[in-house]
T-cell receptor, first 114, second 116 residues
Framework: AQKVTQAQTEISVVEKEDVTLDCVYE???????LFWYKQPPSGELVFLIR??????QNEISGRYSWNFQKSTSSFNFTITASQVVDSAVYFC???????????FGSGTKLNVKP | DVKVTQSSRYLVKRTGEKVFLECVQD?????MFWYRQDPGLGLRLIYF???????EKGDIPEGYSVSREKKERFSLILESASTNQTSMYLC???????????????FGPGTRLTVL
């Protein structure tokens, strides 16, 4: 069975702090894809990143970075120098090749205070 | 940029009414999806469609139906709305084909439906 766990329900930081959101996944398949989405208070899920299981390179995009480690089944997301606009719920998700299901984690609510 | 639009951001309906939620995407995507999102339950797939007039049930199809007459448009229908269908409804589209969900799903802004 597949599963995505985001153990941090809610995190509060002060602006300019760095923050890491954890994502742990479970699957026995060797071909799978991982995603991160951001859901601001407006409600729309905004796509952030897609990574396949064969690409373990870390990725950096501006203040965002992702650390994919197959050895620990984790795909963690770090925001450097957080800003108030980063306040949102962040979802990690998993899907398998040729399988019609998207497994979402329960989400982590990030509060960035000025 | 991928654009997925939904007909309403907020909707209030009465129990027993027939409700239509419309979703349109402009990227010529094959697959389209309807989810509902509830506190504590996360996102749950209601239905998806992999082609015009083709649909598949998701995890919670009961009480819902869908229609896809044109590739760019996917409608969710509540035949007789009930209070337990009060929720946030999110539409998504993806360039994945058939039952392969590995491409990115792009979401619309959501519709907050309240059934009184």
């Amino acid at each position: 069975a597949q599963k995505v766990t985001q153990a941090q329900t809610e995190i509060s930081v002060v602006e300019k702090e760095d923050v890491t959101l954890d994502c742990v996944y479970e699957t026995r398949d060797t071909t799978y894809y991982l995603f991160w989405y951001k859901q601001p208070p407006s409600g729309e899920l905004v796509f952030l990143i897609r990574r396949n299981s064969f690409d373990e390179q870390n990725e950096i995009s501006g203040r965002y970075s992702w650390n994919f480690q197959k050895s620990t089944s984790s795909f963690n997301f770090t925001i450097t120098a957080s800003q108030v606009v980063d306040s949102a719920v962040y979802f990690c998700a998993l899907t398998l090749y040729n399988f019609n299901k998207f497994y979402f984690g329960s989400g982590t609510k990030l509060n960035v205070k000025p | 940029d991928v654009k997925v639009t939904q007909s309403s951001r907020y909707l209030v309906k009465r129990t027993g009414e027939k409700v239509f939620l419309e979703c349109v995407q402009d990227m010529d995507h094959e697959n389209m999806f309807w989810y509902r999102q509830d506190p504590g339950l996360g996102l749950r797939l209601i239905y998806f469609s992999y082609d015009v007039k083709m649909k598949e049930k998701g995890d919670i199809p009961e009480g819902y139906s869908v229609s896809r007459e044109k590739k760019e448009r996917f409608s969710l229908i509540l035949e007789s709305a009930s209070t337990n269908q009060t929720s946030m409804y999110l539409c998504a589209s993806s360039s994945s084909r058939g039952t392969d969900f590995t491409d990115t799903q792009y979401f619309g802004p959501g519709t907050r439906l309240t059934v009184l």
